[in-house]
């Protein structure tokens, strides 16, 4: 307690325009929930690792440290309870994204370097300074949250710009309530209504061969007729009913629907929904679950771990940005960069005072954590 007392003037009471983590380490994917538990410098208010908070203290001979160590809690019940899976292609609102995660008892207390003398918390025998500055850091809201959990949703569709003055012609087509064929091939499944024309034509051939012949958008092409309506997503309501437009290059609003159909003789209100829309598509490839889309189908894959193998949590919309990094660091110049020829207590040592902003730093953070196999363990964990 003498050595709290003699360091108090290191210690700082947050203010509200601090930045505060605790959440993960500033130079390694270290949590509280990782085997040392999470130092957070009770001046600085960055978190380090216990193979980095040493580092730290070199450093910025910031001694007094706040110890947090989450652990997971048994959960008896845990695998009769279903995974919710979401309905909206979003994270961090109701029905998208959420992070559905075990419970965790979370233990504080106060640690003081170079010697790591720990002191229990909470306790009144504490000075009041120190029991201040910790209930704040504990009540404040993260940095690393408020930016990874900030709210995102897809973007809502449009009235589209071609809906208002769409001309039909007068060309006597009569659209059937069923029955319906791509006019150029044999696809009878994700067909496009065009709305100047009422030709019936297959949708676009997907990347991994699946969809249809391109025939709708090559009509498109030729005639620059603008609004197609995907048949079997049309309702009696005609809410979730899909209308691409082909120059806005997106899934469209078309309030004069109901009009443009009765033009090909169409009777919605018997129609039933026996498609999936563009979002719901979308949605679909998103959640993941047919691994087969993904992998080799039909093939065996072998989970892999270690130096290298290190899957990044997908955060909802965020796999293209992880697949890139993961190609990026399979990269020669890359990977010499910021792993061989850097290593982490190096960039932390050159880094600036938020070693959080630096761009060194935090990539070097990236390639050590992918490539040293630290976080590369087989897992129980469902991740989404
Ligand atoms: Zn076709």
């Not at 229990?120 to 025998?125: E, H, Q, T």
């Not at 033009?263 to 563009?278: A, C």
Request: aromatic share 8%; hydrophobic share 35%; with cysteine.
């Amino acid at each position: 307690m003498d050595l709290l007392r003699a360091n108090l003037h290191k210690v700082r009471i947050p203010e509200p325009t601090n930045r505060i983590h605790k959440d993960e380490c500033c130079v390694s994917f270290d949590t509280p929930r990782s085997e040392g538990g999470l130092y957070v410098d009770m001046n600085s208010f960055l978190a380090f690792g216990r193979d980095h908070v040493a580092w730290n203290f070199e450093k910025s001979e910031n001694p007094v440290y706040l110890h947090i160590v989450q652990r997971r809690k048994p959960d008896p019940e845990e695998a009769d309870r279903p995974l919710k899976k979401p309905t909206l292609l979003a994270i961090g609102v109701e029905g998208g994204f959420t992070e559905q995660e075990p419970e965790y008892d979370v233990t504080f207390e106060i640690v003081v370097l170079p010697e790591f003398i720990s002191l229990p918390f909470p306790s009144v025998d504490l000075p009041e300074k120190v029991r201040l500055a910790v209930d704040k850091v504990i009540l404040a809201e993260s940095a690393d949250r408020k930016q990874q959990l900030a709210s995102w949703v897809a973007d809502k569709k449009k009235i589209s710009a071609h809906a208002m003055d769409l001309q039909q012609l007068d060309n006597g087509v009569i659209v059937p309530p069923s029955g319906w064929k791509c006019s150029k091939c044999d696809k009878t499944e994700n067909l496009w209504l065009n709305l100047t024309d009422g030709m019936i034509l297959c949708g676009r051939k997907l990347w991994d061969g699946s969809g249809g012949n391109n025939h709708a958008v090559e009509h498109y092409q030729q005639t620059k007729y603008p609004l197609a309506v995907k048949l079997g997503t049309i309702t009696a309501d005609l809410e979730g009913a899909d209308v691409y437009s082909y120059p806005e290059d997106d899934s469209v609003e078309d309030p004069l629907l109901a009009h443009h159909l009765s033009h090909f003789g169409i009777d919605f209100s018997s129609l039933q929904k026996t498609e999936m829309t563009t979002a719901e598509r979308e949605l679909d490839h998103n959640t993941n679950y047919d691994w087969n889309r993904l992998q080799e189908s039909g093939k065996d894959a072998e989970p892999l771990y270690g130096p290298g193998y290190t899957g990044l949590v997908n955060l909802g919309n965020s796999c293209y940005m992880a697949s890139v990094m993961q190609v990026m660091f399979s990269t020669h110049p890359f990977i010499s960069r910021y792993f061989e020829k850097q290593s982490l207590k190096a960039a932390f040592a050159i880094s600036q005072a938020d070693p959080t902003l630096d761009l060194n730093m935090q990539m070097t953070k990236l390639a050590h954590g992918m490539l040293s196999g630290k976080y590369s363990a087989p897992t129980q964990e469902v991740i989404i």
